[in-house]
């Protein structure tokens, strides 16, 4: 497999809100517009994320971006001459979910199995190769202590995160959201936690067109994968990852981020 869509439409909400120290005026101002992937360290933000995903293999990339993200069409599509990367643009009309924006790049995946991940995150190599290597869909489930440990994320806020309840044959039973303390304590901090990183297959799409809005109005890709499980059959294998997730979710995550990444090289 080859493809990858990456998900860069959403309104950086978080991202906009708040201040930060340390920051410089150009990161400054693309937090203040909310262009998460954009947001430059020596490059930008997603030129990073995208070396890792040219090293586990993958060539052909769709960013699904909204309608006014001229700086990523213009940025990828136009000014980036890359040796290792081609790209192809998706939109997404309304910001309605995950799914939704999964489901933009339908044309794009063309029956083909294609890996979806965030354009704010920056996900281990490994984590990738894992998805590349299975022969089915899948996800990693990312250890919570490795997270708290070598992540930028703090702890308070990993506790929140969704986390992936698996059966005897590493098959994704559900993800619970926003588990309670006493469901994190009996687990342990070996439970994998979902990061929004996934390999489907075409299946997927039928998924995301069956399930309904949640409760806060957005197609979740997270209803869309329990579809497919339920009522699909498709099986989803959780692979164990004990590595960091960089996450650039607001401006206070800016300068950890960067000084993580700083001074790594870049090959597009």
Not at 102 to 116: E, I, M
Request: net charge negative; hydrophobic share 45%.
């Amino acid at each position: 497999m080859d493809k990858v869509v990456v998900l860069a439409a959403g309104l950086g909400t978080r991202m906009r809100r708040g201040q930060a120290e340390g920051l410089t005026e150009a990161q400054r101002q693309m937090a203040d517009r909310g262009v998460k992937a954009m947001v430059p360290i020596d490059r930008p933000f997603l030129d990073y994320v995208l070396t890792t995903v040219a090293d586990a293999g993958l060539r052909h990339v769709c960013l699904v971006i909204g309608p006014d993200h001229d700086e990523l069409r213009q940025y990828y599509g136009a000014s980036l001459q890359s040796q290792r990367l081609d790209f192809e643009f998706a939109v997404q009309a309304e910001p309605l979910g995950t799914a939704n924006a999964v489901a933009a790049a339908r044309d794009f995946a063309a029956g083909d199995p294609f890996l979806a991940i965030n354009s704010d995150n920056h996900y281990p190599l490994q984590a990738l190769q894992a998805l590349c290597r299975l022969s089915g869909p899948g996800l990693p489930g990312f250890e919570r202590g490795a997270l708290v440990a070598q992540s930028n994320i703090p702890a308070q806020r990993i506790e929140r995160f969704a986390v992936v309840e698996v059966d005897a044959r590493s098959s994704l039973r559900r993800i619970v959201e926003k588990p309670s303390a006493a469901l994190l304590a009996s687990l342990g901090d070996s439970v994998g936690v979902s990061m929004n990183c996934w390999r489907f297959d075409a299946r997927i799409f039928a998924a995301c067109d069956a399930i309904e809005p949640s409760a806060r109005g957005e197609f979740e890709i997270t209803d869309a994968v329990q579809y497919a499980i339920d009522h699909l059959g498709v099986r989803f294998t959780v692979v164990p990852i004990a590595a960091p997730v960089l996450d650039l979710t607001s401006r206070q995550d800016i300068v950890g981020v960067a000084a993580r990444l700083r001074g790594r090289p870049v090959q597009l």
